[in-house]
């Protein structure tokens, strides 16, 4: 009877433990749980905050994070070169013409009203396309061969006129990389010196340095970048006017001929 009253006694305590340790090591679960799900919500904030700040906000951080000095002029070389874009875009649009619609005009004039009605039509038509033809049609009164080089003249002439400031553009585009370049270079200089001066390698000592020289070539990288499609897009517009001038001035020559049979 007594071994058998120790033994219940002896189960007793051993259920009681394992309740205890069961209880324990719940709780902390709990606690770990809690931690986990607390870390997670301060990270959610932390990125929904970044998301909140927007790429312009962010942009704006990192620019002057990168120094007013370097990162001034690449912005400098930015709004100049947008300037140029801008402006030779605006011109280019204005310059293109319907050669098609313009030539069966004086193609008609010349049929109905001769010179001075091909003219008049010339002289009301924005373009190089039309002053090329207006040039052609006042000096073919004295021969076709007078008129053809006054065309080819008059075509070198507006061919600078739709080339005019692009060169600036190209400028900007190469030296906005460079000057980054140069801000990383100075700032990679001034990280070593302070290693120099202190006398040991601290990542924290020049990572402020090595984060403006990096920034510096980034932004210099992405004002290239942009001017550089500005550029294309313009030297290809160049390209079809040029084109169209050097059709309509032979069409020009042709109609002359046949208006001299």
Request: charged share 15%.
């Amino acid at each position: 009877m007594k071994r058998l009253f120790s033994i219940l006694a002896m189960a007793g305590l051993f259920v009681l433990s394992t309740n205890t340790v069961s209880a324990k090591a719940t709780a902390a679960i709990s606690n770990m749980s809690a931690t986990v799900n607390t870390a997670m919500v301060m990270l959610q904030d932390e990125a929904g905050a970044e998301e909140a700040k927007g790429f312009t906000q962010v942009l704006k951080e990192q620019f002057i994070q990168g120094g007013a000095g370097f990162m001034g002029i690449v912005l400098l070389c930015l709004i100049l070169g947008l300037a140029v874009a801008i402006e030779r875009i605006i011109y280019l649009n204005l310059a293109s013409t319907n050669s098609a619609k313009l030539k069966q005009q004086v193609e008609d004039a010349l049929a109905s009203g001769g010179i001075e009605a091909a003219k008049e039509i010339c002289r009301n038509t924005k373009g190089p396309v039309a002053s090329i033809y207006y040039q052609g049609l006042d000096r073919a009164g004295e021969s076709v061969e007078s008129a053809e080089k006054a065309v080819v003249a008059y075509g070198g002439v507006q061919m600078g006129q739709l080339e005019k400031n692009v060169s600036w553009l190209s400028l900007f585009i190469a030296i906005a990389p460079m000057l980054g370049f140069m801000g990383t270079v100075i700032g990679m200089i001034q990280a070593f010196q302070k290693i120099s001066a202190v006398g040991n390698l601290s990542a924290s000592l020049i990572a402020g340095d090595i984060q403006v020289a990096l920034l510096t070539t980034v932004f210099g990288l992405i004002t290239a970048i942009i001017l550089q499609i500005f550029y294309n897009y313009i030297i290809a517009k160049i390209d079809s006017i040029v084109n169209d001038m050097e059709d309509s001035s032979i069409t020009l020559i042709d109609m002359l001929v046949d208006h001299k049979k």
